[in-house]
């Protein structure tokens, strides 16, 4: 989403880092430069007004301009003062109420990705050791319970089924009875939202607040509809008391106004942010780990998260024997492609590596990894374990099997020759020269 964001902010800095001596003119171009990505980013005027006015302060004090790297502390002090703008802090966590079960509220406006955010948090919750049980409770929208239950069951979640003949208060109350009847720990309730915030719906949503007493009302954002989603966050939070903001969308193509906006705007903190379709693409929003990114500065963290969350401990064991003993074959190189895979679109997984955030979507082949997975499959397990026995007709017989042509499968043995030499000048404690992944690229 912040791509072109990224990439005016990274130049700017990038010339502010490398100068010796930042004089006032020095400073006031490169803001009047931040000033202009900003907006064209549809940030609120509100929170580049606070930001640059923040950074100038301290940009232009005594401290910063006698310094040994003035255009360093700047960078710094910009950084600073987004982290500051989207919550200043690690990430806040959900609140759970003293009773059994705590109840939370999933409001927004339609189309914000609320039933898909419901299931996202309710499998994010289980992955944590909790016990989540889903309602569905938009009775208004059609398919949207049987949304809710089909994703839901996907993902190994337990949900309140129903007609949906009675109203959202009869069909909340009777889930919250039912999951502490059953041992469930958290209700996440997905409620009725409207193309536009109207008497109806707010009706509805204060009497399920004044009837379940929830420990969390999380407003649902979609972030591609830019200050649209503010202000109707806004909106929310004064008519219901929200306590939290999940932004959707965050792996889309928009601009990227409404993430870096909504703190500054409405106050609430960001909680959660979704950056994909399958149930796991939710992440705890961090301020420091969005900057990181935002300004190039990677999150590796984030990454090492993912890689956590996808790797198998006993697998992981299994190859750092094989890497030990010198056994990495291609089927071990086909089963961490897919590990990678998993774990989402490259493109995000560079956005997270420091140096790596301008690297697009269309500077990688999304299929890349598919074809390099199905050249393999079309080995037989003797050919992966010792590759150098591929010779003419039996890539002739591969390439006929996987629909790729020869020279493909001549590049592939070129590219994991490569691996194997840049693992045995690891373990030998040498390095010699460097090995890309140019199969990745189109």
Same mark, same amino acid.
């Given at each position: ?5 990224? @990439?005016?902010?990274?130049? %700017? #800095? =990038?010339? +502010?880092?490398?100068?010796?001596? /930042?004089?006032?003119? !020095?400073?006031? &171009? ?28 301290? @940009?232009?004090?005594?401290? %910063? #301009? =006698?310094? +040994?790297?003035?255009?360093?502390? /700047?960078?710094?002090? !910009?950084?600073? &003062? ?215 500065m990677g999150d590796v963290l984030g990454l090492i998260e993912k890689a956590e969350s996808s790797i198998d401990e006993e697998g992981a064991r299994e190859l750092e024997r094989k890497l030990r003993k010198n056994e990495f074959t291609l089927g071990d190189f086909r089963d961490q492609l897919r590990m990678v895979r998993r774990m989402g679109p490259l493109s995000g997984l560079m956005s997270m590596l420091p140096g790596m955030s301008q690297i697009r979507e269309s500077d990688i ?78």
């Open positions: 989403m912040f791509q072109s964001l990224s @990439a005016r902010l990274q130049s %700017v #800095l =990038r010339k +502010l880092g490398g100068q010796g001596r /930042v004089s006032e003119a !020095v400073l006031k &171009e490169s803001l009047r430069e931040v000033r202009v990505a900003l907006l064209e980013a549809d940030v609120h005027v509100s929170v580049v007004r606070a930001l640059l006015d923040g950074v100038r302060s301290k @940009a232009l004090g005594e401290e %910063v #301009l =006698r310094s +040994l790297t003035p255009g360093q502390q /700047v960078v710094k002090i !910009v950084r600073e &003062e987004l982290e500051s703008l989207l919550g200043a802090g690690r990430a806040e966590p959900l609140r759970f109420g003293s009773k059994r079960p705590s109840v939370m509220l999933l409001v927004g406006l339609q189309g914000s990705g609320k039933t898909t955010t419901t299931a996202k948090l309710g499998a994010l919750l289980k992955r944590s050791g909790r016990f989540p049980y889903l309602v569905p409770a938009d009775v208004h929208r059609p398919a949207a319970i049987e949304q809710l239950v089909r994703i839901a069951h996907g993902a190994g979640l337990k949900v309140h089924e129903h007609d949906g003949s009675g109203k959202p208060i009869e069909i909340a109350t009777a889930a919250r009875d039912e999951a502490r009847r059953s041992g469930f720990d958290t209700v996440l309730i997905d409620t009725a939202g409207r193309l536009h915030v109207d008497e109806a719906l707010m009706d509805e949503l204060r009497e399920l607040k004044r009837e379940l007493e929830p420990s969390e009302i999380l407003f649902v954002a979609d972030s591609m509809t830019g200050q649209d989603a503010v202000r109707s966050a806004g909106e929310f939070h004064d008519a219901l008391g929200a306590t939290g903001v999940i932004l959707t969308k965050l792996d889309g193509d928009a601009r990227g106004g409404a993430a870096l906006s909504i703190r500054h705007v409405t106050g609430l903190p960001i909680k959660f942010v979704g950056t994909g379709e399958r149930p796991e693409d939710l992440e705890a929003f961090d301020p420091g780990r969005m900057v990181g990114r935002v300004l190039g082949d999304p299929k890349a990894i598919t074809r390099v997975i199905a050249l393999v499959d079309s080995m037989t397990p003797g050919e992966r374990s010792r590759p150098r026995i591929l010779n003419g007709s039996r890539k002739r017989r591969i390439s006929r099997g996987c629909g790729e042509p020869v020279h493909e499968i001549n590049r592939l043995l070129k590219q994991f020759a490569q691996i194997q030499r840049m693992m045995k000048s690891v373990r030998s404690g040498k390095r010699r020269g460097r090995g890309g992944l140019p199969f990745l690229g189109r």
